[in-house]
Every structure is written in C-alpha cells, then in structure tokens.
C-alpha cells in the first residue's frame, strides 16, 4: 500500500470546535501510528534540554550538543505537535499557534472545547446519570437500543471514563420491558452474560423470540 494514501486514509477530521468529541478518538490514534512514543509527549509533556551557566542558572542548550535520547524527545514532540498543528481549521490554531509542546497544545484545545476539569466531572456525572436512566423502546432491537447506549459510552469515553461491553449487556439486560423476562432467564442459562458480546447477545435473543 502507498504509505501516503494510507496516511491520508488514517488521517483526522479537520477540529472545527464542534466535533471535539470525534476528532479527539481519531487524533489519538493518528499520533499513535507515527510511533507511541510520540502519544507519550502528548501525555507527558517536553520541554527543550537546559544547561547550567556558570552562574547556577538554568538556560537552553544549544541543539549541537543535545545528547542521542534528548533528540529523539525532540523528534517525537514534533510529531505529535505537527500532527495537531496540521488537525486544526484556523480558528483552533490560533489558540495553540504558539504551542512549542504537543501537550500544551492539547491542553488549550481540551479546555476550550471540553471546559474545565470541573466542566468536565460534571459532564461525566450528567451521562452517567443518562445512561442509567436509558430505557429500550418497545419497537426497538437489542442492536438499536445497544446503538444508543454507545453513543453515549464514546461521549463517556471521550470525557475520560470508558463504559465496558460487560456493563452494557448489563444494562441492556436490566433494562429490558418486563414481559421479556422470560427470555432473560433463558439466556442466562445459557450462557455466562459477563462475557457476552452485545452482538452474541442480539443472537440469542433473536432465537428465543
């Protein structure tokens, strides 16, 4: 495969502010593509080596003398922050133009998109809360209903907590109409449901109706 169609193919949706939640999943994995440890700037940071004067004080070293590791730090930070650079329409760049770390970058766009940390638990709290409270409609399938719950699960994600496939079967299963019951217990017998797909889920359910 053409290594530059396959880049282009793995590459982000442009960040327009409305589509954080999307472009943030994707241009996670976009980093991570290029090497790991260039995700592992975006996480941890880099800042350029320093050295000591005479004086005792702190100071940038020139880059002749940056020793093997202190270069390839460098390198990965680049990445990262070019591929979040290149990511962005015009509006988002202006925030983070003057980014020299990957991690600041992700930091201000995070914030403006997301919010606080505080903005951001209390986000969390509210889908949380949506879906426990989620019920399935009467002329849904398993399949729509689970498809439902998945969008909120990748905005749970997205703010930082990630919902397992066991806990929704869970849901899916404590949350189906009464006169279904029977057909729990059946699959319930017939299969361990901590670790049931959604999908082999769906399958038995379609066999017992």
Known sequence: MDISFASAALRPPVLDGTNYSLWKVKIR?????????AWQRVI???????????????????????AADEVQNS???????????????????SLITNSTSAK??????????EGSESVRRTRLRLLTSKFEMMRME???SILEYDRRLREIANEAFSAGEAISSE????????????????KICAIDEAKDTSKMSVKILSAHYARLR
């Open 29 to 37: 994995y976009y980093i991570k593509s290029f090497d790991e440890r």
């Open 44 to 66: 941890n940071g880099w800042t350029p080596p320093v050295v000591m004067d005479q004086e005792g004080d702190k100071r940038p070293k020139p880059e002749i003398d940056w």
């Open 75 to 93: 390198n990965h930070n680049s990445r990262a922050l070019n591929a979040i650079f290149t990511s962005v329409d015009m509006n988002m760049f």
């Open 104 to 113: 600041s970058a992700w930091d201000i766009l995070q914030c403006h998109c």
């Open 138 to 140: 009467k002329s849904e």
């Open 167 to 182: 806990r929704l079967v869970s849901k899916i299963l404590r949350s189906l109409p009464e006169r279904f019951n029977i």
